[in-house]
């Protein structure tokens, strides 16, 4: 783990020194490197990276008017929920009534629970839909906007920890630009799904942990500093670490395949904090890690994910109108037994959940297997219609929810290049961006496997901000430190990175008509399909 606290000097501008000395690299700088370049343009880089997003994922947002793909249910169970608290059945029709303008959408029924929706995903996601049509009401713009507002706000998130692990504000842009450019994160930051919730949550709790990481080696350089001779220093409460849990508990508020990045994060956080106390000098490290950091890393990213779920039922619990709920039952007895009744039918529910998903394995026409999504082998059409308004004699009008191919093709290979350097250096960088990939991706093999499960290319999207961030890291060894040795190997490494990004804009410019619901040619539209999968 020492070795790998000094592969950041790949991307920094090495400070002179005299001929012959071995430059001095106090603990300091091994353990937190310094953030080079101005503070400022740290912040107004990204920044304009994302509004750049904003504005691509903000614009003609309500188009089309029409109820896109899985909108059909996340759209009416939204609206249920931030009127009712929790999910409601509707009357046939819904749909077309909500786009006429009428939100009187849900059943009348002689009793409570006769209309309450039995649905599988936590309520978190359907609460951030939700109040999008509260401001914008239940139309494709407002239940559409919370989608495009944290699409565009993880691009900043990204583009900040970018730069907070290359410690280069034009890499952390590279990484925001690419996000904003991937044409599946485009999609669904234009669509009422969940995906695009759980992966904002999840690149925000690594986003938390990247920072920890930092904070947490700042108070080990304090503690070496000051000469203490005992196991290291007691950590405090790890804010970042809080924050982390805090979102990694929203991304399993919001789908349960969070679990397994809060599973993976958790290991990798102890794993960086016992090669932190041994790169500085604690005599005991591991004892350090169990007595100190595992019982606080516990309770940040495990008690604390397991509560924010539980809070995320709030509308279920104080309404007698969710799934389940068994309210007249539960308020027949006083309030003790109203608090063991109400856990007990939430606990029965959530089995219910379990049960659905593990035998969920319907056929779809555009489902698709783990191993096909970095291929782009399978995308979802998520909207086509077939107007006459173009001038030619058949037209196209469509979204198909597919990533950029220029940038999932360099992801794939970055990847491998990935693995590659962390067996040659067990770089860090590396390997959190490894296990975040692997985190979204490989559990879905097993579920492929022993269930059979019906499953789709959008599932990829956690996996995505981990992709962009290992082509990020490829791009900073593409252009190698400034070496007075070498003056030209800078030059032309950040050429390549620059015609890579140049080209990566040029490749969603081609594909945009036909992830952005434009009226074209059928011939234009054909011609933008890579391969026979895609029609």
Request: aromatic share 14%; glycine share 8%; net charge neutral.
């Amino acid at each position: 783990m020492a070795v790998t606290d000094y592969s950041h000097k790949a991307f920094e501008q090495p400070e002179e020194e005299p001929e012959g000395e071995a430059p001095a690299v106090s603990l300091r700088d091994r353990l937190v490197p310094p953030m080079p370049g101005s503070v400022m343009w740290g912040w107004v880089g990204p920044i304009v990276i994302a509004l750049f997003g904003a504005f691509l994922r903000f614009f003609r947002l309500g188009t089309p008017h029409a109820v896109v793909f899985d909108e059909t249910y996340y759209a009416k169970d939204s609206w249920a929920t931030v009127r009712y608290g929790a999910e409601r059945q509707f009357v046939d029709g819904a749909d077309k009534l909500l786009l006429a303008g009428n939100d009187h959408i849900f059943k009348q029924c002689p009793t409570v629970g006769e209309c309450a929706s039995y649905v599988v995903h936590p309520p978190l996601g359907k609460w951030m839909i939700g109040l999008g049509e509260v401001f914008f009401g239940p139309n494709p713009y407002g239940w559409r906007f919370a989608a495009a507002l944290l699409g565009s706000l993880s691009i900043l998130i990204l583009a900040r920890t970018a730069r907070r692990m290359t410690r280069s504000t034009l890499l952390g842009c590279v990484a925001g630009l690419l996000l904003s450019l991937d044409a599946l994160h485009f999609v669904l930051s234009r669509t009422a799904l969940l995906d695009i919730f759980l992966m904002f949550w999840v690149v925000a709790g690594f986003a938390c942990l990247v920072a920890d990481r930092d904070w947490f080696r700042s108070r080990l350089v304090s503690w070496h500093e000051a000469g203490s001779p005992d196991d290291g220093p007691r950590t405090g409460l790890r804010p970042w670490l809080l924050g982390a849990g805090l979102c990694l508990g929203a991304a399993l508020a919001t789908k349960w395949t969070a679990a397994f990045y809060i599973a993976a994060f958790a290991v990798m956080v102890l794993l960086w904090d016992l090669g932190a106390r041994r790169t500085a000098g604690v005599p005991r490290p591991f004892r350090g890690v169990v007595v100190r950091d595992l019982p606080l890393a516990a309770a940040w990213m495990a008690v604390v994910p397991a509560l924010t779920y539980l809070v995320s039922f709030t509308g279920w619990f104080v309404t007698d109108k969710g799934y389940g709920r068994n309210w007249d039952q539960a308020t027949a007895n006083g309030p003790a037994y109203f608090v063991i009744d109400s856990l007990r039918s939430w606990f029965d529910y959530q089995h219910q959940v379990l049960s659905f998903h593990t035998g969920l394995a319907q056929t779809h026409p555009y489902q698709s297997r783990p191993w096909q999504w970095p291929l782009l082998l399978r995308p979802v059409a998520f909207f086509y219609e077939s107007p006459t308004t173009c001038g030619a004699p058949s037209c196209s009008y469509s979204i198909l929810g597919t990533g950029t191919p220029i940038i999932w093709f360099a992801g794939l290979l970055a990847l491998i290049g990935m693995i590659a350097w962390y067996v040659a250096t067990r770089d860090w960088r590396a390997g959190s961006v490894l296990l975040g990939y692997a985190a979204g991706w490989l559990p879905w093999f097993y579920f492929s496997i022993s269930d059979n499960r019906t499953m789709f290319a959008f599932y990829a999207m956690p996996m995505v901000p981990f992709m962009i961030l290992a082509i990020v890291l490829g791009c900073g060894l593409i252009m190698g430190r400034a070496d007075p040795a070498r003056p030209n190997r800078r030059v032309v490494g950040t050429a390549v990175v620059g015609a890579f990004v140049l080209l990566a804009l040029v490749n969603f410019g081609w594909l945009y008509p036909v992830v952005a619901a434009e009226v074209i040619p059928y011939d234009s539209w054909h011609a933008r399909m890579l391969f026979d999968s895609w029609i």
